[in-house]
T-cell receptor, first 110, second 114 residues
Framework: SQTIHQWPATLVQPVGSPLSLECTVE??????LYWYRQAAGRGLQLLFYSVGIGQISSEVPQNLSASRPQDRQFILSSKKLLLSDSGFYLCAWSVINEQFFGPGTRLTVL | QQQVKQSPQSLIVQKGGISIINCAYE??????FPWYQQFPGKGPALLIA?????SEKKEGRFTISFNKSAKQFSLHIMDSQPGDSATYFC?????????????FGKGTKLTVNP
């Protein structure tokens, strides 16, 4: 069966510090991968998606970037965090329409 | 045209009652309509989904009703239980371009009182 992992589960970072969130998927090959952000009590905002290794599409201009170095690994990064980057970050994978979410990373920028 | 409008924003139902959440869309290219359930601090979980070639899909106490001509779909939770208290998101997608990007509604916070 397929499993999606995200780490860390929670993170508190100062403004201006770098960020690296990692997502890995097991049990499937060549999935589409997605990064979402969810502000407190709000909906889901698609940040990036990838249809293959090295292929990244950005949905919203921001100071975040994404990379896909391996088929089942998706990384969300920032060189300098802003207060507005706080939120709940969700990785997801999909095959044939059905999209499945990871457990999420709660990021607080102070 | 890419929006999915969801209502109500919050809903309070008594145990045993019926919870109804509605969504509407504009893009006729959408061809897959899932519903997600999210508990606090957790990632959304796929609950039930429908394609536009059927008007209704039922899984246990959860039913999706789909009206293609009106471009609306709804989630009905029968015999609502306190454990159903969560935030529900409708979504829509099309596989054009190969990305299968979901467009989400803004969510409905459901509270089922015991």
């Amino acid at each position: 069966s397929q499993t999606i992992h995200q780490w860390p589960a929670t993170l508190v970072q100062p403004v201006g510090s770098p960020l690296s969130l990692e997502c890995t998927v097991e049990g499937t090959s060549n999935p589409n991968l997605y990064w979402y952000r969810q502000a407190a009590g709000r909906g889901l905002q698609l940040l990036f998606y990838s249809v293959g290794i090295g292929q990244i599409s950005s949905e919203v201009p921001q100071n975040l970037s994404a990379s896909r170095p391996q088929d089942r690994q998706f990384i969300l990064s920032s060189k300098k965090l802003l207060l507005s980057d706080s939120g709940f970050y969700l990785c997801a994978w999909s095959v044939i329409n059905e999209q499945f979410f990871g457990p999420g990373t709660r990021l607080t920028v102070l | 045209q890419q929006q999915v409008k969801q209502s109500p924003q919050s809903l309070i139902v008594q145990k045993g009652g019926i919870s109804i959440i509605n969504c509407a869309y504009e893009n006729t290219a959408f061809d897959y309509f899932p519903w997600y359930q999210q508990f606090p601090g957790k990632g959304p979980a796929l609950l039930i989904a429908i394609r536009p070639d059927v008007s209704e899909k039922k899984e246990g106490r959860f039913t999706i009703s789909f009206n293609k001509s009106a471009k609306q779909f709804s989630l009905h939770i029968m015999d609502s239980q306190p454990g159903d208290s969560a935030t529900y998101f409708c979504a829509a997608t099309t596989a054009e371009g190969g990305s299968e990007k979901l467009v989400f509604g803004k969510g409905t916070k459901l509270t089922v009182n015991p």
